[in-house]
T-cell receptor, first 115, second 113 residues
Framework: GESVGLHLPTLSVQEGDNSIINCAYS??????FIWYKQESGKGPQFIID?????DKRQGQRVTVLLNKTVKHLSLQIAATQPGDSAVYFC??????????????FGQGTILTVHP | EAGVVQSPRYKIIEKKQPVAFWCNPI?????LYWYLQNLGQGPELLIR????????DSQLPKDRFSAERLKGVDSTLKIQPAELGDSAVYLC???????????FGPGTRLTVL
C-alpha cells in the first residue's frame, strides 16, 4: 500500500553539527511533501515543504532535498541547536486532484541535540 | 495572527462516557481537519471539512465518532461512548484550501480509564 516512512527512528547529534533526517515514500504519484517538527505536548509545526517539480528547497537553516528517482526526501538542519530537539515527521499531501488535503505521515524521527 | 485553538487541552474520562473536543481554525481558513495521533506515531486523518461540508470522513469510526462544522468556522468532534482504545491526542488543523499548508493546534490529550 501507499506509505511514507523514515529510515531512522532516532538521531543524536552535538550542538553545532548538521543533521540529516531521511524519509522514503512509495507512491510515485506523490507530488507535495512537507516536513513537520513536533515538540513534546505540542502539535506538529510546519517547517518546510517541496513540490515534485523541484529537487531542492531552502529555508532558514533547513534544506529539503527530493529525489524522485528513488522516492526519497531528506531534511537537513544546519548548525543544529538544542531547541531543534523534537520529533520530525515527513508527510505527503495526497497525490493530486481530489486527494489533496489528506496528509499521510511517516512514523517520525526523534532528534536529540546535546549541548 | 492567532493559531489554531483547541480545547480542552487534557481530558480524562471513564469508558462509556461521552466526550467532545472543540476547534477554532485560523481566521479565513476554509479547510479544517481532525487528526488522531497515537503515542509514537504520526497523525492520521479522521475527517476533513471544506467550509461546512465533510468532504472526506472515510477514516472516521461513525458508530461512535461524530463531527460538525455548522457555520463553516468552529468545529466539534464527539465520541460517544468512549472506549479504552480511544486514548490518544486529537489534533485539529486548518488550511486555506486542501492543497495549502496545514497548521496544527496543540491537540487534546484524551485518557479513557
Amino acid at each position: 500500500g501507499e506509505s511514507v516512512g523514515l529510515h531512522l527512528p532516532t538521531l543524536s547529534v552535538q550542538e553545532g553539527d548538521n543533521s540529516i533526517i531521511n524519509c522514503a515514500y512509495s507512491n510515485s504519484a506523490s507530488d507535495y511533501f512537507i516536513w513537520y517538527k513536533q515538540e513534546s505536548g505540542k502539535g506538529p509545526q510546519f517547517i518546510i515543504d517541496i513540490r515534485s517539480n523541484m529537487d531542492k528547497r531552502q529555508g532558514q537553516r533547513v534544506t529539503v532535498l527530493l529525489n524522485k528517482t528513488v522516492k526519497h526526501l531528506s531534511l537537513q538542519i544546519a548548525a543544529t541547536q538544542p531547541g531543534d530537539s523534537a520529533v520530525y515527521f515527513c508527510a505527503e499531501n495526497g497525490a493530486g486532484g481530489t486527494s489533496y488535503g489528506k496528509l499521510t505521515f511517516g512514523q517520525g524521527t526523534i532528534l536529540t541535540v546535546h549541548p | 495572527e492567532a493559531g489554531v485553538v483547541q480545547s480542552p487541552r487534557y481530558k480524562i474520562i471513564e469508558k462509556k462516557q461521552p466526550v467532545a473536543f472543540w476547534c477554532n481554525p485560523i481566521s479565513g481558513h476554509n479547510t479544517l481537519y481532525w487528526y488522531l495521533q497515537n503515542l509514537g506515531q504520526g497523525p492520521e486523518l479522521l475527517i476533513r471539512y471544506e467550509n461546512e461540508e465533510a468532504v472526506d470522513d472515510s477514516q472516521l469510526p461513525k458508530d461512535r465518532f461524530s463531527a460538525e462544522r455548522l457555520k463553516g468556522v468552529d468545529s466539534t468532534l464527539k465520541i460517544q461512548p468512549a472506549e479504552l482504545g480511544d486514548s490518544a491526542v486529537y489534533l485539529c488543523a486548518s488550511s486555506l484550501a486542501g492543497f495549502d499548508t496545514q497548521y496544527f493546534g496543540p491537540g487534546t490529550r484524551l485518557t479513557v480509564l
